[in-house]
Structure formats: structure tokens, C-alpha cells
């Protein structure tokens, strides 16, 4: 039986990164995974063009039972830190909104970057195998998997988590924390598709593909970017970022135009052009069809012969929006799980499980969900790092 200094599953993001690190310590390291080309998350991501960092992450942009728990290894591999890394191997890049950088050609440039890390590391890597059982033994860890066995010291595991279940998302990962006795935070869908009832389906089925700038809101979080109409429901960034702190049965309040008191503007237009249609006074602020679409509950023809009713039903409609989704797309369509090994279950400074030594949890597989737009491809490098350090 082969023997290594570290074993990890899953040689995506987190995993390739973690050991090219424990390998320029001088570890040995073989990285398992079961997928013959690993690191698909990356490769589709960004459209192909791979959202590798952001440049304003910050612990705020994460979600987690234990919010502390990300510090420690953000501020230990910064955003700076992977640029350097990108930029050392010649890949151009872009900032687009807010802070999220792109590859300018290719997401396979990042991968191959990590593939090349890894090779100078030394790492060994067995892809397409199953693992079928993980035993700790007084010198470390057993792996079997369908093709051999394999011993080591250390055991790190970054295999993701359920999110596009099609290129591989899975429990896998919870299944061996449970195993070894640590808990785990529920998993649910997070950065997703929000879907509407049948019947509401049918009420808004003329706006799928329409996109306006909102302020989205639920439970005093609050995000202002692109929403998308779909023949199914909600989507666009502004939707995927709330999705990740809405609950079923909740609420959420849009504001369809957030840059407008459409109370003022409405005021203010029955004096200078009062002869306007409500939907027409609408198109200044919103898509066309959209305008359209909330004009219809209002039966005056010109604004001028609005009555108070409508006066203040037309803005709250516009401002203050509130629609109920029936539910979510799902693992199938989310781009992370929110949930995972519980934080206080692992050392912040390791990654690390307490009561499991030489044990480690790196990546989406442990409960820290970052926003939308580059975050969790951070804490990915970042965690990797931390636990490579301690390897």
C-alpha cells in the first residue's frame, strides 16, 4: 500500500491549491478525485472565464453559524496574494463590477496554473476512482477506493459540496465528517434561482427575460444589482445573492426602481404632464414591459385622473414590491451550499477538527458561503492555505 504524508479528496479549487502548498513544504501528497477531469466548478465558472477572487473580500461577505471563523484565513492569503499567483504565470485579467476579476481568455488558464503548481509540488494525483471507505488508524488514515489503497498522516478533505450535483456535487464530504462524529450545519441552496407558484407563474409569464437594476431585500439584508425574469421565476445576481439568506414561506421586498421616490416622480409629473398614462410615466423608471406589467392595476388612463387609491398603490408597487417564492431551483442550479462541517468543529487557524487529529476540511465543504462574484473561490485559496500551512 502506497503511503503519503497527506491524502486530500477532491483536487478542485481548494484541493489543488492545498496541495501544491503542503507539497513546496516538502509533503507528499496525493490527491484523490472522481472525476476524470477535476476542477469543472472551475472551469464553468464565469462563463468560462473563471470569477478567480474579488478584490473587496472581506469576513462580511460570508455567511456562516460561526461568522468569526473565516477571519483567520482571509487574512492570511489575501486577494492580492492570487493575483500575484495569477499574474506570475503571464494570465491577463479584467475587473468587472464590484470587484469581481476575470480571466480575460480562459478559466482553463487557472486550472492549468494549479496543475502546474501542483506538478513543481510533486503532488501525485488518482482521478476517476471512487472512494469506498475512510478508517483512522494510530499512525493516520486508511483510504480505499475501488482501484487501491492508500495510507497517510493527514487526511484533508475538499470535495465540495451538493451545488450542480451534473459535474459532480455530492454529501460525500458530510458523510465522512458524520463518520468521524462531527456535526454538520443542514445544506441547503445557495446563490440560486428563486421559482413562483403555478399561479403566479402564469400572472408574470410576460415578463420572463426582462432585467432591471432592483434593491432586493429579506430580513434586514439588502442587495442592489440585476434581477432576471424567467418563465420559472427569478433569477440574476441580485436574486442568487439573496437567495443564500432567504428561508421558504418568507417574503421579498424589491424595489424595482431604487434610484426614484416613484411618489415624488408621480407627484410631480401630474403637474407638468398630467395627460401621461401611468404606463407611460412608468417606462422613465422601468423596462418597458415591466412598466406595462404594474401599469395594468391602475384603471386610469391619464395620471392626471389617478385618485389617492392609486396615488399610492402605483409607487408602492414600483418601491416596495413584495412576492412570496414558492421555493428554489435547487442543488441542480445553485452555485454553492449553504451549511456544511460545522465551524466549531475544526480550528479556524488549520482547518482542522478538534477532536480528530490530523483531520482537516477545506473549501465549500465547510459552513462559510461566501456572496456572489468571487468570494468563495477565496476562501477556497485562503482556507487551502491555512490548512497547508499546518500539513
Known sequence: MDRYDTIIIGAGA???????????RGRSVL?????????????????????????????KNFISNNPHFCKSAL????????????????????????????CDESANQIIGMLRSECKKSGNQFRTGVDILDVQKRDDGFIVTTNKASFGCASLVVACGAPSIPKIGGSNFGYKIARGFGLAVVEPIPALVPLTFTDGLKDTLKSLSGVSAQVEVSVGGTIFREALLFTHRGLSGPAILQISSYW?????????????????SALQQARGATPKQSPAVFLTQFLPSRLAQFIAQACPAVRI??????????????????QIKPAG????????????????????????????????????????????????????????????????
Open 75 to 102: 487574512a492570511g492569503y489575501t486577494p492580492q496574494d492570487f493575483i500575484d499567483l495569477v499574474e506570475s504565470y503571464k494570465i491577463k485579467w479584467h475587473e468587472k463590477t464590484l470587484g469581481q476579476l476575470f
Open 14 to 24: 481548494a484541493g489543488m491549491m492545498c496541495g501544491a502548498r503542503a507539497g513546496a
Open 247 to 263: 428561508n421558504p414561506g418568507e417574503a421579498l421586498v424589491i424595489n424595482l426602481a431604487p434610484q426614484t421616490d416613484i411618489k
Open 304 to 321: 392626471a385622473d389617478m385618485n389617492g387609491a392609486a396615488l399610492d398603490a402605483l409607487p408602492k408597487a414600483v418601491n416596495h414590491w
Open 31 to 59: 490527491l484523490l478525485d472522481h472525476a476524470s477531469s477535476p476542477a469543472e466548478k472551475i472551469r464553468i465558472s464565469g462563463g468560462g472565464r473563471c470569477n478567480f477572487t474579488n478584490i473587496y473580500c472581506q469576513p
Open 328 to 391: 428554489s431551483e435547487g442543488f441542480r442550479k445553485a452555485e454553492v451550499t449553504r451549511g456544511g462541517v460545522d465551524t466549531h468543529e475544526l480550528s479556524s487557524k488549520t482547518m482542522g477538527a478538534r477532536t480528530v487529529p490530523g483531520l482537516y476540511f477545506i473549501g465549500e465543504v465547510v459552513d462559510v458561503t461566501g456572496h456572489l462574484g468571487g468570494h468563495n473561490f477565496q476562501w477556497a485559496w485562503a482556507s487551502a492555505v491555512a490548512c497547508a500551512a499546518s500539513l
